[in-house]
């Protein structure tokens, strides 16, 4: 396991990561080779050979593409058929996906190659018989008699998984309807993935995992994949937050590569709409994460330190003044990452009086030091400023 | 912290409009009392509450959303309202997330009420309803429709779907609505109305101008070996394509339209130029 800041100062000297984990290999596929016999156009995009890398998902022991595809938003059935044609063996979708109709989508495009993937879904429902109703749907949805992973839909804490949702995850798997089974989580990783590793029940889990993160979140998904829990990563191309998109040239592509280069992830779900994010996706797949990689990316966190609170906590109680300063952070980028000054405001006053009373210039020196370097006292000030 | 109370926030509704207590209301739907203080979403925290689900309403131009929960005995109904960038995008997600296998209400832009749920879309709003019920079989549909009627007249906006979805050819139409980016999986076709049919699909495309539409025409064209004129609208190419089968592609002023995933680029062709002759 690596120290919390070994991953930040890596990525800041632009040294290289290996290539993929243990255990993985490469195929190499010629793109051109999927035309079929009698047509006479094909998707010039597709025309280049690119390599596949292979990794284990955990003790599942399923062999899936180090890219997956995240079906979600990808409104063109065509693209998760090619997806499939070109060997991309992980797809993921849910139950409550544009109300059930994205699995449909899914299951037809899919079709006859069902069985050659790993497909996973999802279900929001919270009682026995509910998940048990909802499976039997997404069965039918999909067109197939079993899910390769079934997951619980986006759970932040273990409170949220009651005794009989884990009884309904595995009748699912006794009945054969799910192989293996997990949790979905964007938030709160590092208490939820250890309990999920303690509980000992879960196969998989699916997390917001990407080169910005609190770097606890890496150690509690590289303790989870150690004890052999199989990892999937999603949101690995978020920069921060939406108005911190990742917009230089080259950057959606190496944070793609930072998380299938990533020891302890088996496999990423980045959602596509077209050919081309598709082709664009399976390049990650083709080399390691280079130096020019590691730069594009270091120069991002550069880029977004003194604004991005990562919400780690760790300046929790920190406040001379007892300030609660990532809630305060949080309502200011509302108001300057989002233009929503209205709600940033509302809800700075809706804290306790005394800490929207409290002024940081009231300090001679402030008693906050934020491990990622967000200049708390300016980002203070200025909320205080604008809302006060 | 993420809950907050309605009449502290005015960011959902334009001045001007109908204010969201006018609407956003249990007392709407008598038997039924408010439970919680009414929830506010942004772009920013919609993964929150509707985790990975939220990516198909950012992909809309989500702009923020209000949720409350009502009760009645052990049942709870949630009513969720979200603002998109526009009344086309509110129609999109609507007819993306409907359920295509029941028609389609006048409620609003359009609307389905089903035993447990509905939803509408009246000028940039887009309304789901969902009632929770100890029984799963009991069935609301006739509250659920009453509670959308009077929602619905509280909205204001439009209350027309897209008018390019009146100029697909009606017969075989199974379902239509607007696709936010990368019509028919090509990133050319930036965001346009499709049309699926029982066999094949249509689309259209508005471009700002007709020279941006013969520039998208041509970066199209190039991406299919194989491609020949056809003789639709003011220039048009016809292709078999791994993918989409038979397609073809015209373009009649700044619109962009065509067929695909039909048996031959002759077939595509037939009814392309059918729904060219449909746009004005």
């Given at each position: 396991m690596k120290s919390k800041t070994s991953r930040r100062d890596f990525l800041s000297a632009g040294l290289i990561l290996p290539v993929v984990g243990a255990g993985s290999s490469l195929g190499l596929m010629n793109l051109s080779a999927q035309t079929p016999a009698g047509s006479t156009g094909s998707a010039r995009s597709a025309n280049s050979p690119v390599k596949l890398s292979y990794k284990t998902l955990g003790k599942t022991g399923l062999k899936v593409t180090s890219v997956g595809m995240g079906c979600m938003i990808t409104s063109d059935p065509s693209v998760v058929t090619r997806a499939a044609d070109l060997g991309i063996t992980y797809f993921d979708t849910a139950r409550g996906y544009q109300h059930g109709n994205n699995e449909r989508m899914v299951g037809a495009a899919l079709g006859g190659k069902r069985k050659q993937v790993v497909l996973s879904t999802k279900t929001e429902a919270r009682d026995k018989a509910g998940m048990a109703k909802e499976m039997d749907t997404s069965l039918s949805e999909l067109k197939t008699d079993f899910v390769d992973v079934w997951y619980l839909h986006g759970k932040s804490s273990p409170s949220e998984i009651h005794d009989d949702m884990i009884e309904a995850l595995q009748l699912a798997k006794q009945q054969g309807k799910a192989r293996f089974v997990g949790i979905s989580t964007h938030s709160n990783q590092q208490t939820l993935i250890p309990w999920m590793v303690q509980k000992g029940v879960f196969d998989v889990v699916l997390s917001a995992f990407n080169f910005s993160m609190d770097p606890a979140v890496e150690q509690a998904i590289d303790v989870a994949a150690k004890t052999g829990m199989g990892v999937v990563a999603m949101k690995v191309m978020a920069g921060g937050s939406r108005n911190q998109k990742l917009t230089q040239p080259g950057a959606l592509l190496a944070a793609l590569k930072w998380v299938t280069n990533h020891p302890s992830v088996a496999t990423t779900i980045p959602s596509m709409t077209d050919m081309d994010q598709l082709d664009e996706n399976l390049k990650a797949m083709a080399g390691p994460l280079t130096a020019d990689d590691h730069k594009i990316l270091a120069a991002h966190l550069e880029q977004i330190q003194p604004l991005y609170c990562r919400l780690c906590g760790k300046c929790d109680g920190a406040c001379a003044q007892g300030l609660p300063v990532a809630d305060v952070l949080r309502f200011l980028t509302y108001a300057d990452g989002y233009g929503e000054f209205a709600l940033g405001r509302e809800r700075y006053l809706q804290m306790a009086s005394e800490h929207v009373s409290a002024r940081c210039g009231d300090c001679v020196e402030c008693t906050v030091q934020c491990p990622y370097g967000v200049e708390v006292p300016k980002r203070m000030a200025r909320a205080q400023e604008l809302f006060a | 912290m993420r809950i907050v109370h309605l009449a502290l926030v005015p960011f959902l509704l334009a001045a001007g409009t109908a204010r969201a207590q006018d609407f956003l209301s249990c007392q709407l739907a008598p038997g039924w009392t408010q439970s919680e203080v009414v929830h506010s979403y942004t772009a920013d925290n919609l993964y929150d509450y509707?985790?990975?689900?939220a990516e198909g309403y950012l992909i809309y131009g989500f702009a923020g959303m209000k949720s409350l929960n009502c009760k009645s005995g052990d049942d709870t109904l949630t009513i969720d309202v979200s603002e998109m960038s526009d009344a086309d995008a509110a129609y999109g997600i609507f007819a993306t997330n409907r359920d295509p296998r029941l028609p389609i209400a006048r409620i609003g832009m359009g609307g389905q009420v089903q035993p447990q749920s509905a939803s509408f879309a009246k000028g940039k709003y887009y309304v789901e309803i969902v009632v929770n019920s100890a029984n799963p079989n009991m069935i609301h549909t006739a509250e659920l429709q009453a509670l959308v009627d009077k929602m619905a007249r509280r909205i204001e906006g439009r209350e027309t779907p897209p008018e390019a979805l009146a100029w697909f050819p009606q017969e075989n139409l199974t379902s239509a609505g607007l696709v936010p980016e990368s019509v028919l999986g090509l990133k050319e076709l930036k965001r346009g109305y499709v049309a699926k049919y029982k066999l094949g699909q249509a689309f259209i495309v508005l471009e700002d101008s007709p020279e941006s539409a013969v520039a998208v025409l041509k970066n199209l064209r190039a991406r299919f070996d194989g491609a020949t004129d056809a003789k639709v609208g003011g220039e048009a190419f016809q292709v078999k394509a791994q993918y989409l089968d038979g397609i073809c592609i015209f373009r009649k002023g700044r619109t962009l339209g065509g067929y695909a995933n039909l048996p031959t680029p002759q077939e595509a062709a037939a009814q392309a130029a059918k729904l060219a002759a449909r746009i004005p």
């Open positions: - | 509707k985790d990975g689900g």
